[in-house]
């Protein structure tokens, strides 16, 4: 069945993402994929807010590798611990991050990203299976709005990974 998400001219971010949350949901009921899960709440999520990249890393070892994506061509491996996601991931937590070129040890895949916020996805067991990324060409584009939604967003994915 196909799905298509349309958002309604709105200027605030909050009420986007008082509709995408409910479109994503129905996009994603009865998907058994997690990578094609991850493929079109990726799209969505870019289509919605148009930005410079978004898309997820899978947890595989002890490394993060490039997952679906919108945007422009990406890293395909960050160690744990490195980058902002790798920090995410080995911290559990989502970040956001103002300036890339304040934070320690950014990873520069473009140099036209400003400002990222990363957010852990977790499997059932809960622990930690991919990160979702997101970088824009604004600085201080994200904030506790985009953090809250888009840890909801991740959250679906959570029965779809051991």
Known sequence: MAHSITLGVHTDRASRYAELVPQVRSLLEGETDGIAAMANLAAAVHGAFDWHW???????GDELVLGPFQGPVACARIALGKGVCGTAWKEER?????????????????????????????????????????????????????????????????????
């Open 94 to 162: 989502t970040m956001v991050v103002p300036d890339v070129d304040l934070f320690p040890g950014h990873i520069a895949c473009s140099a036209l990203s400003r400002s990222e916020i990363v957010v852990p996805v977790r499997g059932k067991s809960g622990r930690v299976v991919a990160v979702m990324d997101i970088d824009s060409v604004v600085a201080d584009d994200f904030g506790p709005i985009d953090a809250k939604a888009l840890e909801e967003l991740c959250a679906m994915l959570s029965p779809l990974f051991e």
């Open 54 to 60: 978004t898309g997820f890393y899978r947890a595989i």
